[in-house]
């Protein structure tokens, strides 16, 4: 069990048997929501997913029967969707989930339309909608861009529009604005999740991180890390980084949250990690994966871990979950 007793049970109570519309469900944190959804015996009345391109993942039909599923590419879906809500919300509260493009920016930023289309229209249009009753928008931690050292829900950001991934950070940066001043004036429950490093329960296409290029490379002979060996990061399970949100929904006041890992860990020894899970070699390069990446970043957690009664001592070790993230592929 991975959140206090009376936490789950009001988090079971806050999603069980209403809509659910979850955006980016075939994301790093879409499956993750579908596996704690599932884990927990959470089953909303109705769910509306929506994906960029793809056919919904199968563990979404082991979560609800009713499903609805738009893609954000087609026009005609996109269009659906207006009806669709508007169909949901007559019906009950409905609970939203905002996670389109966690986990992906690359293949976002090589369509920049599609990343303020994702954040910001698609975000605005939720403003005309009746009977929305929580709102959760995934942004990133890619917000601290340019601080090194230790990082709170109170640190000054400092990325510049003008950073190679500015189209992406300051869209994530709007959204947040547009949740806590726009939305939060017509939804009752409403926050913003600066979520950092949560890998995805089976390893997805598309995903370009670090982490992900690590596999990749492994399962091709040999776990290749192109520079920063020494940079320190702190990842998360994608699950638990998942149920932290959905209880925080349920249980918390705040309307901003970081929300991190306790997996602390070189890039270097990560990398020899994944190469003792696969059991192949290893090949650590010697320039720089990004001059302007910190070489060390420490996202303080305990907001989340307080107000979703998160109980970090029953996680298990990186290892086991990353084992199970690659045996799931």
Same mark, same amino acid.
């Given at each position: 069990m991975m959140i206090i007793s009376s936490f789950r049970k009001k988090m079971y109570e806050f999603y069980n048997d209403k809509p659910l519309i979850l955006e980016g469900a075939n994301?790093?944190? @879409?499956?993750?929501?579908?596996?704690?959804?599932?884990?927990?015996?959470?089953?909303?009345?109705?769910?509306?997913?929506?994906?960029?391109?793809?056919?919904? $993942?199968?563990?979404?039909?082991?979560?609800?029967?009713?499903?609805?599923?738009?893609?954000?590419? !087609? #026009?005609? #879906?996109?269009?659906?969707? !207006?009806?669709?809500?508007?169909?949901?919300?007559?019906?009950?509260v409905v609970n939203v989930i905002f996670a389109s493009g966690y986990g992906q920016p690359n293949k976002f930023l090589n369509d920049p339309f599609s990343v303020i289309e994702?954040?910001?229209?698609?975000? +605005?249009?939720?403003?005309?909608?009746?009977?929305?009753?929580? &709102? %959760?928008?995934?942004?990133?931690?890619?917000?601290?861009?340019?601080?090194? @050292?230790?990082?709170?829900? $109170?640190?000054? *950001?400092?990325?510049?529009?003008q950073n190679s991934r500015g189209i992406y950070i300051e869209s994530k940066r709007l959204a947040e604005a547009i949740v806590a001043n726009i939305l939060s004036n017509k939804i009752n429950r409403t926050a913003s999740f600066?979520?950092?490093? %949560? &890998?995805?329960?089976?390893?997805?296409? @598309?995903? *370009?991180?670090? +982490?992900? #290029? +690590?596999?990749?490379?492994? =399962?091709?002979?040999?776990?290749?890390?192109? @520079?920063?060996?020494?940079y320190i990061r702190q990842y998360q399970f994608g699950p638990n980084a998942a149920i932290k949100i959905l209880s925080a929904m349920a249980n918390g006041k705040s309307t901003l949250y970081n929300n991190s890992g306790s997996h602390i860990i070189t890039l270097g020894n990560l990398a020899k990690l994944?190469?003792?899970?696969?059991?192949v070699e290893l090949d650590i390069k010697s320039n720089l994966i990004d001059a302007s990446?910190?070489?060390?970043?420490?996202?303080?957690? #305990?907001?989340?871990?307080?107000?979703?009664?998160?109980?970090?001592?029953?996680? =298990?070790?990186?290892?086991?979950?990353?084992?199970?993230?690659?045996?799931?592929?």
């Open positions: 994301g790093s944190l @879409g499956l993750s929501f579908a596996e704690i959804l599932f884990e927990e015996k959470i089953i909303p009345s109705l769910i509306l997913l929506t994906t960029y391109s793809s056919d919904i $993942n199968p563990i979404w039909h082991k979560v609800c029967s009713n499903i609805f599923h738009i893609k954000n590419v !087609n #026009d005609l #879906d996109f269009q659906k969707r !207006n009806e669709i809500i508007k169909g949901f919300s007559s019906k009950s994702a954040n910001i229209l698609t975000l +605005l249009k939720y403003s005309q909608y009746k009977n929305i009753g929580s &709102f %959760a928008y995934i942004s990133t931690s890619e917000i601290y861009a340019g601080i090194d @050292g230790d990082i709170d829900e $109170n640190s000054d *950001t400092k990325s510049k529009p600066r979520v950092a490093l %949560a &890998f995805p329960p089976r390893c997805i296409e @598309g995903d *370009t991180r670090v +982490l992900a #290029d +690590l596999i990749s490379s492994g =399962k091709k002979g040999v776990v290749t890390l192109n @520079g920063g060996a020494e994944i190469s003792k899970i696969l059991d990446a910190p070489v060390s970043v420490i996202i303080n957690h #305990d907001l989340i871990n307080s107000e979703s009664g998160y109980l970090k001592e029953n996680e =298990k070790s990186l290892e086991e979950y990353l084992m199970k993230a690659i045996e799931s592929e």
